[in-house]
Each structure stands twice: as C-alpha cells, then as structure tokens.
C-alpha cells in the first residue's frame, strides 16, 4: 500500500532555532498534504493544509509567519518550525489524501519535537 | 462547527473481555469514519474506514458501526488481548478530500 514519510523522527533542537520536517509521499503523488499537531494525552489538532505549488491554508490560530510550509512537488512537503519554543515541543504527523476507498488518507508515522 | 467526542477516556479491561468505545459527532453531514490505533509515541494505524452510506465495517475481532442519524460511531473488540492496549481514535471528514476531525480518543489498557 500506500506509504507517507516524515523525516526526522525525532529531532531536539535548542529555543531560538529553526526546525525542518519532511512529509513525502513515497509511491503516489499527492497535491494536498495535512499537517496535525499533538500534545500529550491530546488529540489531533490540524494546524495547515498544504498544496502543490501555492500557499497553505493555515487553521486559526496558527501563525502562518512560524510554521511555514512549503509543498514544492507532488511527493514532498515540509513544514518548518521558526524560532522554535519549548512550547512548540510536540509531536507533528503529515497525512495524504490517497488509498482504494473515498476519503481515505494515508498518514505519516510523525516527527516528535523537543525544544529545551 | 464539527465536533467529535470520545466517551470513556480511558478504559481497563481483563484479558478476554469484549468491550465497546463510542465516538459521537455533532454534524451528521459526514463523509465517512475512521477508527485509528496510536501506540505510545507512535504514529497513527488505521483500523476501519466506514463510508457515510454504510452501517458498519468488520475486521477479525474489531467492528465498527455508524449511526449518522444520532451521530454516533462505536467500535466493538472481542476478545481482548493485552496486545490490544493503545490509544484508540475516532476520525471523520465532512467532504472527500478535507482534513480529518479527531476525537482526543481512548485509552484502552488490558491486563492479562
């Protein structure tokens, strides 16, 4: 089936930087790619819908100038955290429109982020 | 606005037990429902997909019903092992191709 994956896995990085995480669809292109974002013991929240070659919609609430997207060929998006803070430590999943049945989707196995 | 609720949070279980999480919604204009397991720290493995036109869905000892009509979704295991220990997710998308809505999900402990 259907693969997404997200690069790093795991990343540490200290308050101040920039942190870049990777989404790629493996064997299916895909022009819309979800980015969520979890804390712990919570559910998924979407933070912004990324599509191919123009700008992401971003869910209210979620700084557009910080979290910047970019989907620059049908199989990658990345998603970069500017200027990271401890309380943007979370745990980023990617998923992608895809599969046999309508509406399914394929998910990332996710990246989690610690800022300290 | 689309709200998704999962009723328990959390749930202990002795091995053997058949046991049923609830998923309720407050839009019954869907697409379809996702049931997901999340192990600790992992990502997100896709258990049953109903579409907004059928009832429910089977596979092995998980079944998943859908009432659009009172807004609500239950996943049944049988049997339950402690393998089955994880965090369980209910999921849906309003239109084809949209995001999913998830609820904060179950967490579901079984003891041997």
């Known amino acids: 089936g259907a693969v997404v994956s997200q690069h790093p896995s795991w990343v540490i990085c200290k308050s101040g930087t920039s942190v870049k995480i990777e989404c790629r669809s493996l064997?299916?292109?895909?022009?819309?790619m979800f980015w969520y974002r979890q804390f712990p013991k919570q559910s998924l929240m979407l933070m912004a819908t990324?599509?191919?070659?123009?700008?992401?919609?971003?869910e209210q609430g979620v700084e557009k100038d910080k979290f910047l997207i970019n989907h620059a060929s049908l199989t990658l998006s990345t998603l970069t955290v500017t200027s990271a803070h401890p309380e943007d430590s979370s745990f980023y999943i990617c998923?992608?429109?895809?599969?046999?049945?309508?509406?399914?989707?394929?998910f990332g196995p996710g990246t989690r982020l610690t800022v300290t | 606005k689309q709200e998704v609720t999962q009723i328990p949070a959390a749930l202990s279980v002795p091995e053997g037990e058949n046991l049923v999480l609830n998923c309720s919604f407050t839009d019954s204009a869907i697409y379809n429902l996702q049931w997901f397991r999340q192990d600790p720290g992992k990502g997100l493995t896709s258990l049953l997909l109903i579409q907004s036109s059928q009832r429910e869905q089977t596979s092995g000892r998980l079944n998943a019903s859908l009432d659009k009509s009172s807004g609500r979704s239950t996943l049944y295991i049988a049997a339950s092992q402690p393998g089955d220990s994880a965090t369980y997710l209910c999921?849906?998308?309003?239109?084809?191709?949209?995001?999913?809505?998830f609820g904060k999900g179950t967490t579901l402990s079984v003891s041997s």
């Open positions: 990324s599509n191919e070659g123009s700008k992401a919609t971003y």
């Open positions: 064997d299916f292109q895909a022009t819309t």
């Open positions: 998923s992608a429109p895809g599969g046999t049945q309508p509406g399914e989707q394929y």
């Open positions: 999921a849906l998308n309003n239109q084809a191709g949209t995001a999913l809505i």
